[in-house]
């Protein structure tokens, strides 16, 4: 395995804090144990929308501010990593998800109608037609990832 030199460390540190998201700056600095999960919640809720779910571009691929399904997905992501158990973001997106389960789909859709309106990658573009995303002819996410999350956090649930 190789290991950085101290310089290059330093070097990828200062670039990490001179260009990353606030989000992924407080996942570095979490990662090496200078903060606590309790100083990434603010980065990570300022992804997150008034119903609970996350947009913003929270996901890179896609730019609506509207909350989704897969956007959401990436904050649990970011939630588990910085082990976060019993918190108000938490309760929050587990509410998003049980708010926007679709009955006719079995499931969630992965992105609003509107990301349309908003730089995307084409893989996230709704079909007019179809009324879905290309991911959705063959993809089993979001739904499997949030059916873990709602197990994996079902005690957070309000």
Same mark, same amino acid.
């Given at each position: ?48 929308? #008034?119903?609970?779910?996350? #947009? ?53 859709? /992965? ?10 990658? /084409? ?24 059916? #873990? ?10």
């Amino acid at each position: 395995m190789k290991i950085l030199s101290n310089s290059k460390f330093k070097a990828v540190s200062r670039f990490i804090q001179k260009h990353a998201r606030p989000l992924d700056r407080a996942l570095f600095e979490y990662s090496f144990g200078n903060i606590s999960p309790n100083d990434v919640v603010p980065p990570l809720t300022a992804y997150q929308n #008034g119903d609970g779910g996350f #947009g913003h571009g929270l996901e890179p691929d896609f730019q609506t501010p509207d909350s989704s399904a897969i956007a959401s997905t990436i904050a649990c992501q970011y939630i588990q990593k910085f082990g976060l158990k019993d918190h108000r973001v938490i309760r929050r997106s587990m509410s998003y998800f049980e708010k926007t389960y679709d009955k006719e789909i079995d499931g969630w859709k /992965p992105v609003p109608r509107i990301v349309n309106k908003f730089p995307h990658a /084409p893989w996230w573009h709704i079909d007019e037609k179809t009324g879905k995303c290309p991911i959705e002819h063959s993809w089993a996410n979001p739904t499997v990832e949030i059916l #873990g999350y709602l197990h994996t956090f079902s005690n957070t649930i309000e």
